[in-house]
């Protein structure tokens, strides 16, 4: 791809805006919200990748806005990072009613997008957010070993290789998991700092819808 970084993602996005074929699409336009795309520095060395879009994402637009976002923006304060210097994105783009869990035919129709962010943003480090988000990266890179589980692998690296590189894994329990759950909270303090070990970034990053 040789287009500027934000050039590819507006194509991506205007791909999943016109995305009729998509059985969220009606959800979506009926209850006037819209797809979630990404958000963050389009030169990132972290990828944090959720599962889908709540209910105040698809009223934004923007990614891990509500409940799960604001205990997210205080896991990333813990180990100084903000917000603008990482990307986030989500495995849906579109909000599933009743925030039910990603359908397979979903995921298999959303996924494709999601790839080409990661090697249109090229992270060094992928942080997976939940269950589906995980299977689905490791899935993806050949680094997923059947039945593995998170409550196996939360806080642990898992290295794998790229068409750009090699990347580094990091398997995370969900946000909303910690929001009326303490121990959980801990756990996922203690799973941040993981990331403290990647680099910080060289200069502050850009935020941007996308
Ligand atoms: N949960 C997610 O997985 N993603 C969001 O963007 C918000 C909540």
């Given at each position: ?11 991506i ?76 994105t ?40 939940g ?79 996308l």
């Amino acid at each position: 791809m040789s287009t500027d970084r934000s050039d590819q993602l507006r194509a991506i996005r205007d791909a999943i805006v016109n995305l009729k074929s998509s059985p969220l699409y009606e959800y979506r336009v009926s209850n006037r919200y819209f797809p979630v795309i990404g958000q963050g520095d389009h030169y990132a060395d972290i990828m944090f990748i959720g599962e889908a879009p709540g209910k105040n994402e698809a009223e934004t637009g923007r990614p891990f806005c509500g409940a799960s976002g604001r205990v997210l923006d205080e896991l990333l304060k813990s180990i100084d990072l903000k917000r603008e210097d990482v990307y986030v994105t989500n495995i849906l783009k579109d909000r599933p009613p009743n925030n039910r869990d990603p359908l397979k035919n979903e995921i298999e129709l959303y996924t494709p997008f999601l790839e080409q962010q990661i090697e249109i943003i090229q992270p060094k480090v992928i942080a997976t957010l939940g269950r589906f988000s995980m299977e689905f990266i490791l899935r993806h890179f050949g680094a997923y070993q059947s039945n593995q589980k998170i409550s196996q692998l939360h806080g642990t690296v898992v290295k794998a290789r790229t068409n750009y590189g090699r990347v580094s894994v990091v398997p995370l329990f969900h946000p909303a998991a910690a929001l009326y759950n303490s121990s959980q909270r801990e756990t996922l303090e203690k799973d941040f700092q993981v990331l403290k070990q990647f680099d910080a970034p060289a200069q502050p990053g850009t935020m941007r819808l996308l």
